[in-house]
């Protein structure tokens, strides 16, 4: 289930309860509206114990007066929280824009957040996100792959541990890179690099590994690949029937990454490659100066992330002889056996990258 599918089932269950409490948040069900559509932002994934601050916005009153706001976080909060009353004063007496402010627990699941304005003798307004908790690390949000249990051994690189397998006469990264130098995490949020991994374009993926260990070539991927079974291949071809031995059985916050398929089968993960379905990247235009944020980056703003729990891309070194600005990937398919080939953009196709170093 991706973040979309479960955003959909998380409103259906905030529409239901609205219709149960409408009486209760409303003045009366004829009663007039306020104008303009209540707002807030709030970043889509985040690190424990992280402080959020959220500010409502687009809302004003027919006859220029006051509004009030207050907010409710499921399921941490059993009481809504007021932050801004009709006379514009909070609790304290002191002038208030009704922000709100939020310290998340450490619990690696999804909350929802409801903010509402309010003005005597109208209609409540709302509106509802979302924000999800994440760790990187073994066993916090991406669980049940058992890579120290499973690895050949290991390395401490810029304060992370990288985990590697001895395959194909090679040692290969069990986790996808996370050089936060270069490229973007999932939904540009921060906290998603240790958990994802981060997305690159080519150029970046070509400078991302650390030193002694270097991006694959696709020739690298075959030599992988026949390790895991499969016989007269060819660089640059479709292999055949190795998809199981590269992915990794993972959940992610409890939920399944890899959907399960009959023509993949169960998976195996007997490369110990541990590959997860964290999609891909449309990356866009990365700023030439990216501000920052506590919770946001910005290198890429308008990065769209696509195929979580359908797909994996993995860059190769290999460019695309005879077309300019495109270079060779390596992709899994949740429902499809085979490691796939094909061509991206060099400049905004966004792949993540296991990095692999030569015995």
């Not at 009366?28 to 690190?47: E, K, M, Q, R, W």
């Not at 957040?113 to 109208?122: C, H, L, P, R, S």
């Not at 998603?192 to 590994?209: P, Q």
């Amino acid at each position: 289930m991706n973040i979309e599918k479960l955003k959909m089932i998380l409103l259906a269950g905030v529409l239901t309860l609205g219709v149960i409490s409408c009486k209760k948040d409303e003045e009366t069900s004829t009663s007039p509206s306020l104008d303009g559509h209540l707002d807030f932002s709030v970043p889509a994934y985040i690190a424990p114990l992280s402080k959020v601050t959220m500010t409502p916005r687009g809302v004003t009153h027919p006859d220029g007066e006051e509004v009030g706001y207050y907010w409710k976080v499921s399921p941490t909060m059993t009481q809504n929280d007021t932050t801004r009353y009709e006379t514009g004063l909070d609790f304290n007496g002191k002038p208030s824009d009704g922000t709100f402010t939020h310290t998340f627990p450490d619990s690696l699941k999804t909350f929802t957040i409801y903010a509402y304005a309010f003005a005597k003798g109208y209609a409540n307004m709302s509106d509802t996100d979302y924000c999800t908790v994440v760790s990187g690390g073994l066993e916090r949000s991406i669980t049940n792959l058992d890579i120290a249990k499973n690895a050949s051994g290991y390395e401490q690189i810029g304060g992370k541990t990288y985990y590697y397998t001895t395959v194909g006469g090679n040692d290969w990264m069990m986790s996808n890179l996370a050089n936060q130098s270069a490229g973007t995490p999932y939904y540009n949020c921060k906290a998603m690099s240790d958990v994802f991994g981060r997305y690159y374009s080519y150029e970046e993926a070509l400078t991302a590994c650390p030193e002694g260990w270097t991006l694959p070539t696709d020739a690298d991927w075959v030599a992988l690949a026949e390790a895991a079974g499969a016989k007269d291949v060819q660089a640059h071809e479709n292999i055949s029937s190795v998809a199981a031995a590269l992915m990794g059985n993972a959940y992610f916050n409890n939920v399944r990454m890899w959907e399960y398929w009959p023509a993949v089968g169960d998976i195996t993960n007997e490369t110990g490659m541990s590959i997860i379905a964290s999609g891909f990247a449309m990356l866009g235009s990365r700023n030439a100066e990216p501000k920052e944020d506590q919770f946001i980056e910005y290198s890429y703003p308008n990065a769209i992330f696509k195929g979580y729990q359908e797909y994996a891309a993995f860059w190769t070194a290999d460019q695309v002889t005879g077309e300019e600005n495109m270079a060779y990937y390596r992709y899994l398919i949740f429902n499809q056996p085979d490691l796939m080939i094909a061509k991206g953009d060099m400049n905004t196709f966004g792949a993540s990258v296991r990095c692999v170093r030569k015995k």
